[in-house]
Nanobody
Framework: QVHIVESGGGLVQPGGSLRLSCAASGFTFSSFVMSWYRQAPGKERELVATITKSGGSTNYADSVKGRFTISRDNAKNTVSLQMNSLKPEDTAVYYC????????WGQGTQVTVSS
């Protein structure tokens, strides 16, 4: 059974930090490109960050460059998103995505940035 579970979301003040974690099982994790997406109220789903299978390359949405860092640990089947200098516009449900021959999604974790 494929399982992708996000954790680490919550309420944080502007300028604060959160670290999201995605734990995966049921597929060959190292064969999948991993990404974080988010969807804010009234907006389309947005690709936030992507990391290649080996972790050797990353890409970020312009809106988060310099603030967010995606990483993966293939030995633990996890991918993380370190979010710094958070802004209210970062408020969204964040989803972990695995893309390979097939595509899998987690259920999402809520991040709310508010004072």
């Amino acid at each position: 059974q494929v399982h992708i579970v996000e954790s680490g979301g919550g309420l944080v003040q502007p300028g604060g930090s959160l670290r999201l974690s995605c734990a995966a099982s049921g597929f060959t994790f190292s064969s999948f490109v991993m990404s974080w997406y988010r969807q804010a109220p009234g907006k389309e789903r947005e690709l936030v960050a992507t990391i290649t299978k080996s972790g050797g390359s990353t890409n970020y949405a312009d809106s988060v460059k310099g603030r967010f860092t995606i990483s993966r640990d293939n030995a633990k089947n996890t991918v993380s998103l370190q979010m710094n200098s958070l802004k209210p516009e970062d408020t969204a449900v964040y989803y972990c995505n695995a893309r390979g021959f097939l595509e899998f999604w987690g259920q999402g974790t809520q991040v709310t940035v508010s004072s």
